[in-house]
């Protein structure tokens, strides 16, 4: 089953930094843009970024200067550096592109 990988998260005290790693099908990852979402619990999945094919990325308000998302077409691959964590950003975060979806990789961050 085609599926996207994640991986890199973790638990990080406020202020941390963590970058989480996307790994796509070559097929989808040159056609489609690359976003980023988040659940916490209890709460509704939300978009965090996405980033285009030409490298172009936008994101949610609250991430903006925290947070940046890139892709390394050379790896198939779209990150997302996350740096001036706060416990608000704690949530499972998915990658999605082409209507694929990961597995989801845990964030905490915890005091």
């Known amino acids: 089953q085609v599926q996207l990988v994640e991986s890199g998260g973790g638990l990080v005290q406020p202020g941390g930094s963590l970058r989480l790693s996307c790994t796509a099908p070559?097929?989808?990852?040159?056609?489609?843009?690359m976003g980023w979402y988040r659940q916490a619990p209890g709460k509704q999945r939300e978009f965090v970024a996405r980033?285009?094919?030409?490298?172009?990325?936008n994101y949610r308000d609250s991430v903006k200067g925290r947070f940046t998302a890139s892709r390394d077409s050379t790896k198939n691959t779209v990150y997302l550096q996350m740096n001036s964590l706060k416990p608000e950003d704690t949530a499972v975060y998915f990658c999605?592109?082409?209507?694929?979806w990961g597995q989801g990789t845990q964030v905490t961050v915890f005091s």
């Open positions: 999605e592109g082409g209507d694929l």
């Open positions: 070559g097929l989808i990852f040159a056609a489609y843009p």
């Open positions: 980033v285009f094919e030409d490298g172009m990325a």
